[in-house]
């Protein structure tokens, strides 16, 4: 078998094109006139082996779900399929600090046997309730807040809270062998062969070709924009293209940043931040905290509202550095502990919240998208990356199915839309009202008396926001995974 390296491919001479060397104890191999640098877990077994894969999947973007989707298909399809993994950076890394994985994407890692070595790095194990509680605080008052209510789930259990590179580390570990990874490769467009196979095009001029294209390429995703563009008239409204193409802007701005929890305990010992998962409320504006690095660092999210912006152009860079007094000065009408907490950051940044409009469609012929690329949301479920888990696990299970070949691959990908563009978009929604709530919140009159009945209607509406979007579905990701195995099977049998 001639593995398929980069472009500048030889059927016959390629390992005299290979130079190895090892890093951290993986191998990565570069061809002379090929920038891209390549892991591979064993040279000596995809060379020697007999049996070509059955199909090639491409997945644009090494995130979190790109990784997830890679091991997956590894896990349950061997070397029955090669994966080709395109990431625009020159390494596997990720932007931002804490994430929060349910109970519903836990089943997902659990599946996937990493559950042991997350638990390892979580702030909080599935195990404790006291980490899982939410407390809200009604913040914007300069001398003082108060605390609201405190959220803890009677019927979802939690899940893990963690510094996202720690968990892209371990997703790491887990890359399988028949997995290819191209670094500095950024696609700008691909198109349909007459063979049926798809010619990729990256921004450094290469070119490549696959068989299946995942796009797990975040927001930005040149997969999504490529789709809506070339699909037919007869599927997608011409005048919607730039609306499904293009994200939006949610009228929010985020400050983002980490410190040592030591740091904020030297300078206010008794700051309720320090006691587990916060949000401090106020008129347009809220800011989150919570532990991650098993409690070590506090991730701190704060976040700056305007209705009035929803859905217009922002102007300027969508990620910046910000100085410490930026965030300050947005907060300055905030209790003390927020100030306290606010001043620890270390090297703030402040990003520009957009999310991927509602789009009719996940898939289209032998393309799927998936993650931020089919559904970026707001962040306010922490759901985000979640569900890009879930969405790689439903579809790596149905592209590695023994069932699937490259002719039903339409219908593996069409059985994933079916169970997983409903509720990714569920999910979107209730994300969606829960900063409709916080608006509500921001509405709230002086009128002591009238404030606290209002501000218990609101409790019970953010109760149900955060328990139903975790209940909804039958039982899971797990089992939407069977569901769309069923679908695939009964598709198949026809």
Partial sequence: MTPQWCDQRQSQEWSLLLRCR???????????HCATQIQLSEVSSMSLSSDPPKFRVA?????????VLAITIGKFAGRDIHIDLYEVRDAITTAGAGIIVSQ??????????????????????????????????????????FEWFQYISKTVKPGFVMHRQELVDILKQSIPSSCTIHFNKKLTKYEKQSSGSLALYFADDSTSTTDVLVGADGIHSAVRKTLFETIGP?????????????????????YRGTFPAEKLSKLDPHNVALKGFMTFCGKGKHVVSYPISQGTRINVVAYVSDEQKIGMPFEGDWVSAVSLEEVLEAYQDFEPDVKHLLNCLENPSRWALHVVNKLPLFTSDR?????????????????????AIEDAFVLGRLLAHPITTLDNVPAALKAYQGVRLPFTQFVARQAERTTSTIYDFCALGTD???EQEKMEILKEKIVDLWDSWVTEGEGGAVAEWVKAERQLQEGSSK
């Fill in 22 to 32: 090892s890093i951290n104890g993986a191998t990565y191999v570069t061809q002379p």
């Fill in 59 to 67: 997945i644009c973007g090494a995130g979190i779900g790109g990784l």
């Fill in 104 to 145: 519903r994407t836990t089943e997902v890692l659990a599946e996937l046997s990493l559950c042991e070595k997350i638990s390892r790095v979580s702030a909080m194990p599935p195990s404790s309730n006291h980490g899982h509680g939410r407390r809200l605080r009604k913040s914007n008052v300069p001398n003082g807040g």
């Fill in 234 to 254: 007869d599927v997608i409204d011409p005048s919607k293209i730039r609306h499904y193409s293009d994200p939006s802007w949610t009228g929010t701005l985020v």
């Fill in 367 to 387: 393309v799927a998208l998936m993650g931020d690329a089919a559904h970026a949301m707001t962040p306010h479920l922490a759901a985000g990356a979640g569900q």
């Fill in 448 to 450: 002591q008396g009238n």
